[in-house]
DNA sequence: CGATTTGTACGTTCACATTTT
DNA sequence: AAAAATGTGAACGTACAAATC
């Protein structure tokens, strides 16, 4: 029995009864889709309990789910069980470089840049192959995976990382990210759920966002994630999948030791999980860690990026799998791709065969180590299982901030940061944190002076 | 009111009735998967019609819907209301080059290889790009778009094209396939539907089943597809896009005339379709063409490949959009790609500035001229409409075939050709042909050779 | 800690469209 | 051309689980 005396219940979102048509879901659905868009529901405003709504509008409960079901899934609201629904906020969190920065008004200590140092050995490098006498070999779309010398540079490459794994299981991809798109778009379908860490690598938010892939966070400690923790949402889940960034988890920093690593490792063999590990910071550990790919043989995705630690504008990546997903792999990059440019893959082996590789790593290494010593004259580092010379630090707030609000309240004093509210999965009011670049500020001087600004920037605010 | 008599109802698929648990069609999806993944049910098996499977199951209808809907979405089964639910033919269809077919033993008319003749042309160019002082300018990872001088190469070929569009709405990617899939992603949802020609590219159909977007064919006459015929499905079916591939369609050669592009272009503002042009043909195709786009200017995304054009191995493509799509293509090439190697882009856009992007399509045209010749020696062309320089045929069949059989009979003879089903978002009894790629025999007497064991293949065997 | 609020998952009913007979 | 077979999509009712008070 409807009851229709709602009209004084405070409901923040009334849609007009009389555009409702048949489907009544898709209906409401573009109704508050329309709301949003054009700002009538501002971020973060709760929207009326389905049920409420259902009465309201004299429907069914179920309708009301539906139609928040897909503005959910286009990622304009949010719901909570026991909390209720409410707007998102501003959408996209995903970092990326403006199109055109050249001359930046502010220090850079959000985006992570590589380092670039490296591009002189890397300009010698592509002048050696050109005079080769194979360079036309390289430019037809033959071997689609890559080329064998290739994926054999790749094997010795993942070798100096301790995984070992045969050449018929690894492709050369366009780069670390193109080999997440490939990964997700391969082996998983819209709706899979995949366990992440609370705080993880944006942009596979965003990635897994646009291909409708949802993310469940789990808890950690200082060891990076919790095995009972992951045990448990499995048990209760279904999950078909598990992202994880050991050697220094991007954005907290975390190296994720043997045993943790181990134990990590049994829980994703007693699920079935498919494990993609990314190890784009494998550069930055120290000797004597394997990855978690190691104890998962049947089961895993091994993403080896070049771009952090080789060269980032050479687009290239390496990518190892388990038997089973060769197959998915190799249609999905012809899907994707069709194959990565031979020339950009040489240039790669190249470095790797020629010795530069390991030159350009210990450079970066040497600087890294160098901007971890500045940083920490102006800030403690409060966990001793971070990466000492990881390209960024993870700091705590000691107070609770709107993400765009502190992060342009920062640019105003002159330095980018990220908020930590952009590398969860769902925004909640877990702990704050702020993480900090050291490697794109142009020299320790310039990321001396955004740290100097920084600090008092903190000391101000809280 | 359940009867269980039906045990000795002749039903091809029975899923043991203990084995059900909650949720039940989730059980009954599993059981289905393992059944057909490990050949008890073989392809284009009929399976019991869902009320037959939900009486006997003693469920609802709507829990069997339910349950093959997951199937269907992962490719396992396909549903057609009014006859059935079969098992899918053996899965993948999409073309793709083997890793390794150096020495093929059969003479190559399936795959379209693009005549890389031009390879010594590009070598050059390289060569010529390496001595350049700026090279280490190419190398970082700013521009995620494309530098600009690189769009206004892009411009300046798409212009060449009759594409007219501001640098502003242009992107550079990775290759015709890659925009495909930065376009589903970015634009589109999983369950959306995009209309297509009956017969398509078959790896942007895998392409539309990898991102769970669904395909509508749409009947065609000899101009191409049929306005009223899009017209009538748009009426019936809330479609979101259309894919095109007007200069030469993929697989049947079709050149649609400006009268059909325009009345296509009609309905496309009629119901907000967004177009996706695949221009990937335009160099074959006589001046005096308009790309759809034109006619559109609001709702376009339109594709220029360079692959068959100018270089397949660089895997650079051009990729333009109306306004309203650029905020999402940006964010969709950082999420895919982050972005395409600046060093790739500047080869291309230095054959196009030097003019040798010219030299290199005359070269074409003048191969395909040649090879279309040799091929009308052997067979008719059927349809005026078709592209005189076509890389590739479309040969109707007398007689219907399997698609797996009929490939294999014809790569016993020596020869590898493509089975119009391929072309097929769903396979049905529609007309059956054959499409002879013209430019992946060696040379011409390699294509002659070819199309003379087709033709006394065809004569015996119908 | 237990009751309440609120969102989620699953199975059901029914009207309808398309294909086959 | 009408009837039967068959799949699809919308809406509904109920049980349950998570968060809050």
Same mark, same amino acid.
């Given at each position: 029995?409807?009851?229709?005396?709602?009209?004084?219940?405070?409901?923040?979102?009334?849609?007009?009864?009389?555009?409702?048509?048949?489907?009544?879901?898709?209906?409401?659905?573009?109704?508050?889709?329309?709301?949003?868009?054009?700002?009538?529901?501002?971020?973060?405003?709760?929207?009326?309990?389905?049920?409420?709504?259902?009465?309201?509008?004299?429907?069914?409960?179920?309708?009301?789910?539906?139609?928040?079901?897909?503005?959910?899934?286009?990622?304009?609201?949010?719901?909570?069980?026991?909390?209720?629904?409410?707007?998102?906020?501003?959408?996209?969190?995903?970092?990326?470089?403006?199109?055109?920065?050249?001359?930046?008004?502010?220090?850079?200590?959000?985006?992570?840049?590589?380092?670039?140092?490296?591009?002189?050995?890397?300009?010698?490098?592509?002048?050696?192959?050109?005079?080769?006498?194979?360079?036309?070999?390289?430019?037809?779309?033959?071997?689609?995976?890559?080329?064998?010398?290739?994926?054999?540079?790749?094997?010795?490459?993942?070798?100096?990382?301790?995984?070992?794994?045969?050449?018929?299981?690894?492709?050369?991809?366009?780069?670390?990210?193109?080999?997440?798109?490939?990964?997700?778009?391969?082996?998983?379908?819209?709706?899979?759920?995949?366990?992440?860490?609370?705080?993880?690598?944006?942009?596979?938010?965003?990635?897994?966002?646009?291909?409708?892939?949802?993310?469940?966070?789990?808890?950690?400690?200082?060891?990076?994630?919790?095995?009972?923790?992951?045990?448990?949402?499995?048990?209760?889940?279904?999950?078909?999948?598990?992202?994880?960034?050991?050697?220094?988890?991007?954005?907290?920093?975390?190296?994720?030791?043997?045993?943790?690593?181990?134990?990590?490792?049994?829980?994703?063999?007693?699920?079935?999980?498919?494990?993609?590990?990314?190890?784009?910071?494998?550069?930055?550990?120290?000797?004597?860690?394997?990855?978690?790919?190691?104890?998962?043989?049947?089961?895993?995705?091994?993403?080896?990026?070049?771009? #952090?630690?080789? *060269?980032?504008?050479?687009? $290239?990546?390496?990518?190892?799998?388990?038997?089973?997903? &060769? +197959? %998915? /792999?190799?249609?999905?990059?012809?899907?994707?791709?069709? #194959?990565?440019? *031979?020339?950009?893959?040489? $240039?790669?082996?190249?470095?790797?065969?020629?010795?530069? &590789? +390991? %030159? /350009?790593?210990?450079?970066?290494?040497?600087?890294?180590?160098?901007?971890?010593?500045?940083?920490?004259?102006?800030?403690?580092?409060?966990?001793?299982?971070?990466?000492?010379?990881?390209?960024?630090?993870?700091?705590?707030?000691?107070?609770?901030?709107?993400?765009?609000?502190?992060?342009?309240?920062?640019?105003?004093?002159?330095?980018?940061?990220?908020?930590?509210?952009?590398?969860?999965?769902?925004?909640?009011?877990?702990?704050?944190?702020?993480?900090?670049?050291?490697?794109?500020?142009?020299?320790?001087?310039?990321?001396?002076?955004?740290?100097?600004?920084?600090?008092?920037?903190?000391?101000?605010?809280?």
């Amino acid at each position: 029995m409807p009851v229709n005396s709602f009209e004084n219940y405070p409901m923040t979102w009334k849609p007009d009864k009389k555009q409702l048509a048949s489907p009544i879901y898709r209906s409401i659905a573009s109704l508050l889709e329309y709301d949003i868009l054009n700002g009538y529901l501002s971020p973060n405003t709760k929207l009326p309990p389905q049920r409420e709504l259902a009465d309201y509008l004299d429907i069914n409960l179920s309708t009301v789910t539906r139609a928040f079901k897909i503005c959910e899934v286009k990622g304009l609201i949010y719901a909570v069980t026991g909390s209720g629904t409410f707007v998102a906020p501003n959408v996209g969190n995903a970092i990326f470089m403006a199109d055109s920065e050249e001359n930046k008004s502010f220090i850079e200590m959000g985006i992570i840049e590589p380092l670039d140092c490296s591009n002189a050995l890397v300009a010698e490098t592509i002048k050696r192959i050109v005079t080769k006498n194979y360079l036309e070999k390289l430019l037809d779309y033959r071997h689609p995976l890559g080329m064998p010398y290739h994926r054999m540079a790749a094997k010795k490459w993942m070798e100096r990382f301790n995984m070992d794994v045969s050449v018929e299981n690894i492709a050369i991809t366009s780069g670390g990210q193109n080999s997440l798109t490939l990964i997700l778009m391969s082996l998983f379908n819209p709706g899979d759920k995949i366990a992440v860490d609370t705080y993880t690598y944006p942009n596979f938010i965003e990635l897994a966002n646009m291909l409708n892939i949802h993310l469940v966070p789990v808890e950690g400690d200082t060891f990076g994630m919790l095995p009972e923790r992951l045990d448990a949402i499995c048990r209760a889940n279904h999950l078909q999948g598990i992202y994880l960034i050991p050697s220094c988890n991007n954005p907290t920093a975390i190296i994720m030791d043997m045993n943790r690593r181990k134990d990590i490792a049994k829980v994703i063999n007693k699920h079935n999980l498919i494990l993609m590990e990314d190890d784009i910071f494998s550069f930055l550990t120290p000797q004597g860690y394997l990855p978690i790919s190691h104890f998962v043989p049947e089961r895993f995705v091994y993403s080896l990026s070049i771009s #952090k630690s080789l *060269s980032s504008g050479m687009r $290239v990546g390496f990518l190892a799998y388990a038997n089973q997903f &060769a +197959e %998915k /792999i190799t249609h999905g990059i012809f899907n994707i791709n069709i #194959k990565t440019s *031979s020339l950009n893959a040489e $240039v790669i082996t190249e470095l790797i065969n020629t010795g530069s &590789a +390991e %030159k /350009i790593i210990s450079q970066k290494k040497e600087i890294a180590k160098e901007r971890n010593l500045i940083y920490q004259k102006y800030f403690l580092k409060e966990n001793s299982n971070e990466n000492p010379l990881s390209f960024f630090r993870w700091l705590p707030l000691r107070q609770k901030y709107q993400l765009k609000q502190f992060e342009q309240n920062a640019l105003e004093h002159g330095i980018h940061v990220y908020h930590s509210h952009r590398f969860l999965v769902k925004k909640d009011k877990s702990d704050q944190f702020i993480r900090i670049s050291l490697t794109s500020a142009k020299d320790s001087d310039e990321l001396e002076k955004g740290l100097c600004i920084l600090k008092n920037f903190l000391l101000n605010i809280e």
